[in-house]
């Protein structure tokens, strides 16, 4: 049997996170999105100005008798999580200036190794009503893998850099929190959880760091969000929520929730993944023939193509590369979107063209 069909797959378990965490098999999961208690310490109520109790987090399932069992229950669950987490997992915690930093500490101490902290920049923050202390406008993600050596994790890089309109992707992440008509409600119009996070921050979270058909576990499921949006990417989920009043809501939500088709979930691929073609194979195929002219966009440079795959200009030989930063004095030049060749009226094609045909060719 694999460990696939050993694990509670597509699940909502109502239990203890350590206790569930424990039972599944080593090595079983890819990424753990964790929205841990963040220990908020509220003393007394917070007004409005005018005087309106404002919605705080206040719930049992927040309060610890001292920082030392905070600490305690944050190294026992991520013990646990550790465990279950693939060689090539990696996990994410979320959490607020009241607990991230002692969380960090212990993520550190268990040894996990620091990948990014992700700053969710809120663009419509809860005002600070006291008007004693700044605005709290932001959370903190730490994203980790399970130690020093293990680098095969999933980084979508080249995802991300679509997703963010062809930039890198960077580590503030402006984004709103969960309101209108996402926020789910219960009976009498209030919020049916404390902390429900944006669909939109688990969107960015899976896209970056998982593929289709990755398990993901959430061990602190709330309302089901980590959940919703695994299965509309399809990947696997496993929630556990110890609180026995959210696993309806959870259950009523995944219920309204339909997988993007295998098309849609197709992403940018990572170029680091894509066969390596070098310039003298385009030759080798005919698709560039030794005596062909390549020039810049501009048709500022001109190169002759070598029978080896080299090119000549000016005297000058070498590599597409080499010549393209020579011409332009630079330290560096990506010769397969620098050069252009002719095609038939006088228009010009980078020969990254002919690259992409070849990969195209070998899938």
């Not at 069909?5 to 109502?14: A, C, G, M, V």
């Not at 496993?238 to 959870?250: H, L, M, S, V």
Request: glycine letters at 8%; hydrophobic letters at 35%; proline letters at 5%.
């Amino acid at each position: 049997m694999s460990i696939e069909n050993e694990l509670p797959l597509d699940q909502i378990i109502n239990g203890d996170c350590i206790e569930v965490m424990n039972s599944l098999p080593e090595k079983s999961v890819d990424v753990i999105f964790a929205d841990p208690p963040y220990n908020l310490q509220l003393a007394g109520d917070l007004l409005r100005p005018n005087n309106s109790k404002v919605d705080a987090v206040d719930d049992d399932w927040d309060q610890f008798s001292s920082y030392a069992v905070y600490d305690k229950f944050s190294k026992d669950w991520l013990k646990a999580a550790k465990r279950i987490l693939k060689d090539t997992g990696t996990l994410w915690v979320i959490g607020s200036y009241h607990n991230i930093f002692r969380v960090g500490t212990t993520l550190q101490d268990l040894g996990y190794w620091m990948l990014n902290d992700v700053i969710w920049l809120k663009t419509n923050p809860m005002p600070n009503f006291r008007g004693r202390r700044f605005t709290n406008a932001h959370e903190t993600m730490i994203w980790c893998s399970k130690g020093e050596k293990h680098k095969g994790y999933t980084f979508n890089y080249d995802a991300m850099k679509s997703l963010n309109e062809d930039l890198q992707m960077r580590s503030d992440w402006l984004l709103p929190i969960c309101n209108g008509a996402e926020r789910i409600k219960d009976e009498n119009g209030d919020k049916a959880h404390a902390t429900q996070k944006p669909e939109a921050l688990l969107h960015r979270v899976l896209l970056a760091s998982t593929n289709p058909g990755d398990v993901v576990l959430d061990p602190f499921s709330g309302s089901g969000t980590t959940a919703a949006m695994a299965k509309k990417l399809g990947r696997r989920f496993i929630g556990i929520e110890r609180e026995k009043k959210y696993i309806p809501i959870a259950k009523k939500r995944l219920s309204r929730v339909i997988p993007l088709d295998k098309d849609s979930l197709n992403v940018t691929p990572s170029k680091r993944k894509l066969p390596r073609i070098p310039f003298g194979r385009v030759v080798e195929d005919g698709l560039l023939s030794p005596g062909d002219r390549l020039y810049d966009l501009r048709k500022r440079y001109m190169a002759t193509v070598r029978v080896d795959g080299s090119l000549v200009s000016e005297q000058l030989t070498g590599s597409i590369h080499q010549v393209g930063a020579h011409l332009q004095g630079a330290a560096a030049c990506n010769g397969w979107d620098f050069w252009h060749f002719e095609v038939e009226g006088g228009d010009l094609r980078p020969i990254n063209l002919l690259r992409e045909k070849m990969r195209a060719e070998l899938n």
